[in-house]
């Protein structure tokens, strides 16, 4: 994939075009607790599935990223931070990699779970809920074609009572990148498996259409969804 071409004159009345690669991130996003009873499973599983995506992806053109987050307001400026490192670019997102607690309830406010942000008197200033209208306030990052979000989340697929889940409200905002959810809880040892499953599916699906997949996995399901274009 090429992003234009780059003109240079060699001599006098003449020119150069020269292909200019178009850069293309691979981002992992993890949720970190700062706190020794912290396993770091997030982690752990980011950096494996960086290490994945590294091996699957050569080439000068692609560019990798690892962000930790604590907070819901971190995971709102890193989203921003990733939106204006693109544009300043003109890069695109290929895959991008989430892993954080969700919640899936009947109370309304579901979403993406992190800490919450608190003053010095430990009064909460902002919930660590990034909930479906915060989702919907996202910047709309630039996907490259067949571009995959996936959420590392329990129940980020599942609707339950709700008429959509918090994959579905991802793949409403963000528009033209396929986002995948779970069903269930999701088991991080398993990330090896999950990584080649989500990979045989980038291959055989064909971009612009509506795709619905449920993988078994230990008890575990995937839900993938396509983005309406």
């Not at 992190?114 to 430990?122: D, E, G, H």
């Amino acid at each position: 994939m090429t992003q234009g071409t780059c003109k240079t004159n060699t001599k006098q009345e003449s020119v150069h075009r020269q292909p200019v690669s178009l850069k293309e991130y691979l981002i992992c996003i993890y949720y970190h607790k700062p706190s020794k009873s912290d396993d770091r499973a997030f982690e752990r599983a980011s950096k494996h599935c960086l290490s994945q995506l590294k091996l699957k992806n050569c080439g000068d053109n692609f560019v990798f990223k690892e962000y930790q987050v604590t907070s819901g307001q971190d995971f709102k400026k890193i989203w921003s931070t990733i939106f204006a490192e693109l544009n300043k670019n003109v890069a695109k997102v290929k895959e991008m990699h989430v892993f954080s607690h969700s919640s899936k309830t009947d109370g309304g406010n579901d979403g993406l779970e992190f800490l919450s942000t608190r003053n010095a008197r430990n009064e909460v200033l902002e919930d660590g809920t990034i909930s479906y209208s915060e989702i919907s306030e996202l910047e709309k990052l630039r996907w490259s074609p067949n571009a995959n979000l996936v959420l590392h989340g329990c129940n980020t697929g599942l609707r339950g009572t709700s008429v959509q889940s918090i994959a579905d409200v991802f793949a409403i905002r963000q528009e033209k990148c396929r986002v995948h959810g779970q069903r269930g809880g999701l088991i991080f040892q398993e990330m090896k498996l999950f990584m080649n499953v989500l990979h045989q599916l980038t291959k055989k699906f064909i971009y612009g259409l509506l795709a619905v997949a449920i993988i078994a996995m230990s008890g575990m399901s995937l839900v993938v969804r396509k983005s309406l274009l």
